[in-house]
C-alpha cells in the first residue's frame, strides 16, 4: 500500500475513534480549492474536469457561492497530495 494510502487508513481509524469518543482530536487547517489549483500548478479550466465539474460550477466553488462535499471534496484531498497522479490517471481515461 503506498504512503497515501496509509495516512488514509489511519486517518479514518482517527475520525472513527474521534467519533465515538476516544483519542484526541487532530484539527487541520482547511485548504481552500484555490490553494490546492495554485500547488497543483492547474488553471480553473484545467482543474474543473479532473474534479467532474464544469468550469462554472467550479468557479462558484472556489468563490464560496457553491458548496461541495462528499466525493469532490476527497478527491480535492487526493489532488492536494498527489496532483500529477491524478492527472495521469484522469487525462488518461479521454484517451481509450
Known sequence: MSTFGKDLVQSHTEALAHAKGEGPAIVHE?????????????????????????????RKWEQGTRRVS????????????????VKRALLSLGQE
Open 30 to 58: 482547511p485548504v481552500t480549492p484555490s490553494e490546492v489549483r495554485a500547488q497543483a500548478n492547474l488553471t480553473q479550466a484545467q482543474m474543473a474536469p479532473l474534479m467532474g465539474m464544469s468550469l462554472s460550477g467550479y
Open 70 to 85: 462528499g466525493p469532490a471534496t476527497n478527491l480535492r484531498r487526493v489532488i492536494e497530495r498527489e496532483p500529477e497522479t
